[in-house]
T-cell receptor, first 112, second 113 residues
Framework: QKEVEQNSGPLSVPEGAIASLNCTYS??????FFWYRQYSGKSPELIMF????GDKEDGRFTAQLNKASQYVSLLIRDSQPSDSATYLC????????????FGSGTQLTVLP | NAGVTQTPKFQVLKTGQSMTLQCAQD?????MYWYRQDPGMGLRLIYY???????DKGEVPNGYNVSRLNKREFSLRLESAAPSQTSVYFC????????????FGDGTRLSIL
C-alpha cells in the first residue's frame, strides 16, 4: 500500500483558471508536507511546505492541510502555461526527522 | 551558489560494471540523500546520511553502497550494475529537523545495457 497517493492525471486546465492538486497520506503521525514541481527532464524544485492545519499562501500558490482527513492540496491560481509540469507531494515519515515519502506525481498541463 | 552538484550527468554502463555517482553540497547541510526515479513510481529513497559519519538504508538499498566522505560529499556506488538499475538518480540535502525541505541536484541519468 503506497503511503502517499496522488492522482497521476494528466490534469488539464485553461490558462487563467485555478488548478487543484490533491494528495492523501496514510501515516497519521506525519508532520511535514511538501510540494515540489518537476519539469520534464529536470530535478524536483520546492514550491511550498506546510505543517499546520489550514491554508498557507505564497503568491499564486496555496497549500491546504487537513490532518484529520489526511490530505494536503495545492491550488495554483491564474494558471500559466509555464506551470505545466509534474507536481510531487512529499510527506515526512513519522518518527524520522529526515525521511520523506513521495507520491508518484500529478502531471498538470495549462492550455493557452 | 551551486547548491547540490551531481556528477556525471549521464552515464552508460554494461551489466556487471561498477561506478560511483558523486554528490556535493555547499549549503552546509547535515543531511544528504540518494533517490532513484523511475517512470510512474515517483522518487524512492536508496540511502541517506543524517550527519557526517552516519548512513542508513532507505526503501530500495539493494545493489548500492554509499559513503559520506565529509559534510559536503555523499557518494553512491553500484558494485555490479544490473539493467534494473537503469534510472535517474537524484542527490538531495537538507538541514536537520522535521520541517526542513530537501534540495535536489540536477540528477544523473544512468543506463545499464
Amino acid at each position: 500500500q503506497k503511503e502517499v497517493e496522488q492522482n497521476s492525471g494528466p490534469l488539464s486546465v485553461p490558462e487563467g483558471a485555478i488548478a487543484s492538486l490533491n494528495c492523501t497520506y496514510s501515516d497519521r503521525g506525519s508532520q511535514s508536507f511538501f510540494w515540489y514541481r518537476q519539469y520534464s527532464g529536470k530535478s524536483p524544485e520546492l514550491i511550498m511546505f506546510i505543517y499546520s492545519n489550514g491554508d498557507k499562501e505564497d503568491g499564486r500558490f496555496t497549500a491546504q492541510l487537513n490532518k484529520a482527513s489526511q490530505y494536503v492540496s495545492l491550488l495554483i491560481r491564474d494558471s500559466q502555461p509555464s506551470d505545466s509540469a509534474t507536481y510531487l507531494c512529499a510527506v515526512n515519515i513519522a518518527g524520522s526527522a529526515r525521511q520523506l515519502t513521495f507520491g508518484s506525481g500529478t502531471q498538470l498541463t495549462v492550455l493557452p | 551558489n551551486a547548491g547540490v552538484t551531481q556528477t556525471p550527468k549521464f552515464q552508460v554502463l554494461k551489466t556487471g560494471q561498477s561506478m560511483t555517482l558523486q554528490c556535493a553540497q555547499d549549503m552546509n547541510h547535515n543531511s544528504m540523500y540518494w533517490y532513484r526515479q523511475d517512470p510512474g513510481m515517483g522518487l524512492r529513497l536508496i540511502y541517506y546520511s543524517a550527519s557526517e559519519g552516519t548512513t542508513d538504508k532507505g526503501e530500495v538499498p539493494n545493489g548500492y553502497n554509499v559513503s559520506r566522505l565529509n559534510k559536503r560529499e555523499f557518494s553512491l556506488r553500484l558494485e555490479s550494475a544490473a539493467p534494473s538499475q537503469t534510472s535517474v538518480y537524484f542527490c538531495a540535502s537538507s538541514e536537520t529537523g522535521v520541517h526542513q525541505p530537501q534540495h535536489f541536484g540536477d540528477g544523473t541519468r544512468l543506463s545499464i545495457l
